[in-house]
Every structure is written in C-alpha cells, then in structure tokens.
C-alpha cells in the first residue's frame, strides 16, 4: 500500500522560496522507486517539474532548471522540491510521483500524492 503525501505549500510572495516535501509509504518502496515532481496551474495540463531517479540521478524540464532543485532523503523516505525566486505563474498545485516501471516493467503502476497548492502572490 503506497501513499504519498506532500506538504510545505502556502502562500509566498514572488521572489520568495518554498521547500516541498513528500513523504512515501509502503514497505521499502521509496528505496527502490523513481520519483518525480509535477504541477498543474490553472487552465494548463499537468507539467513535468523535476525527476529523480532511485540513485539520485535527476532531470528537469527545460524551463525549471534554473529555480526548482528536486532531492531526496532515502533515511527519510521523502523527495523534496527546493522553489526559489517563485513567481505568480507557479501558482498551482503540486504533485508528487512515484513510479517502479523501470525497475520492475510497465505492469507496476504509477503513484500520485493529493497534491499540495502553492500560492505565489505579486
């Protein structure tokens, strides 16, 4: 029984920094599991923030680089989002997923949090 669970959003002033949390659950599932941040903004799709694998191995969408860090903490089983220099368009709720397809195949199923809203204000 996986669970994610994120937490750290709020309400921040542009220019202002969040750190995200997301705490998994589920035997040793964290240890093994790929991990990735999305987010979904009002009136656009759910976007790809940030990856990283179960070594530590991370990725980013071209235009998050630069302001998002993703990380993770296996002793705590939790992949955190570090978000900086925010803006009124990150505005949105985030989500956090986990995935053991590359370990184990496209038969294991993908896991999402309930998401987390972030609130950045001009």
């Known amino acids: 029984q996986v669970q994610l669970v994120e937490s750290g959003g709020g309400l921040v002033q542009a220019g202002g920094s969040l750190r995200l949390s997301c705490l998994a659950s589920?035997?040793?599932?964290?240890?093994?599991?790929?991990m990735a941040w999305h987010r979904q903004v009002p009136g656009k799709e759910r976007e790809l923030v940030a990856t990283?694998?179960?070594?530590?191995?991370?990725n980013y969408a071209d235009s998050m680089k630069d302001r998002f860090t993703i990380s993770r903490d296996n002793a705590k089983s939790t992949v955190y989002l570090q978000s900086d220099n925010l803006k009124p368009e990150d505005t949105g709720v985030y989500y956090c997923?986990?995935?053991?397809?590359?370990?184990?195949?496209?038969?294991?199923?993908?896991?999402w949090g309930r998401g987390t809203q972030v609130t950045v204000s001009s």
């Open positions: 997923y986990g995935t053991l397809k590359e370990r184990f195949g496209r038969s294991y199923p993908d896991y």
């Open positions: 589920g035997g040793n599932f964290f240890q093994i599991a790929d």
């Open positions: 990283i694998t179960s070594n530590g191995r991370t």
